[in-house]
């Protein structure tokens, strides 16, 4: 494929940037994830390096509820109301507040244990949470196949949270993989088996991801990874 319709996007974040995905196919534009909340400018600069502005997207699709993922989506649906709400159905009730966060609640039943370093996270998890609920507009299962840029396939890679969606563009072999995996310093990693609320299914998610011819994955965190053992090294991620 000579035009490639996958963009990934850079939003500055200390030393670790964050990486939602921007997908351009004619008049529509699809983005992946949405950032930290209160980043909309530094999002809005991002899209403007392809010459998209928020109210030009067509569609946002979350991959999980949190809230480096949801962080901009009340604030883009505010400008963009057009705009449709995309994500699985295991995650809807948090993306619309329905029920409490899943780190909240792993916070709350002891299975996350808070570091003396990650209070004020958890402190803000707590306050801003409840003030990000978006009414989703559309729901995808696994094996759903977007019908833009000749197809973006949708699995369910549960684990992180288990509503957890992963994408993949046949056409040029890219995974866009959420938290599902992690990127560290040029390093592919599972997900953060802390932050992970069921680390077996997460495995089994990354076995699943293996299955696939992939030529280069896009993590939220850590960005892009380009190569042709993509496929072993996942395979091994996920025993
Ligand atoms: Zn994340």
New binding site residues.
């Given amino acids: 494929m000579t035009h490639d319709p996958i963009h990934l996007l850079t939003l500055p974040r200390g030393t670790n940037a ?1 990486h939602p995905t921007l997908i351009l196919d004619g008049d529509v534009a699809l983005l992946v994830d949405t950032g930290l909340p209160n980043t909309l400018d530094q999002l809005s600069a991002e899209l403007a390096r392809f010459g998209v502005t928020p109210d030009h997207l067509t569609a946002v699709l979350i991959t999980h509820h ?1 809230i ?2 949801i962080g901009n989506l009340k604030a883009l649906k505010t400008l963009n109301p057009q705009m449709s709400v995309i994500t699985s159905e295991g995650e809807v009730d948090f993306v619309e507040g329905k029920v409490q966060a899943q780190k909240l609640q792993d916070i709350a039943s002891g299975a996350l244990v808070i570091a003396e370093d990650q209070k004020a996270w958890a402190e803000t998890l707590t306050r801003v949470f409840p003030t990000l609920s978006t009414p989703v507009d559309d729901v995808v299962q696994d094996g759903d196949v977007l019908t833009i840029a000749d197809g973006i396939e949708v699995i369910a890679t549960p684990g992180h949270t288990l509503g957890h969606i992963s994408l993949y563009h046949h056409a040029t072999q890219t995974l866009i993989t ?2 599902a995996l992690n990127l560290n310093q040029g390093q592919l990693n599972g997900p953060n088996p802390r932050m992970t609320h069921d680390l077996e299914l997460a495995k089994a998610s990354l076995k699943k991801l293996a299955a696939y011819p992939i030529q280069r994955i896009l993590c ?2 850590g960005g892009l990874i380009e190569g042709k053992n993509l496929q072993q090294l996942l395979d091994k991620l996920s025993q």
């Fill in positions: 964050l949190d480096d993922h959420g938290d939220f965190h």
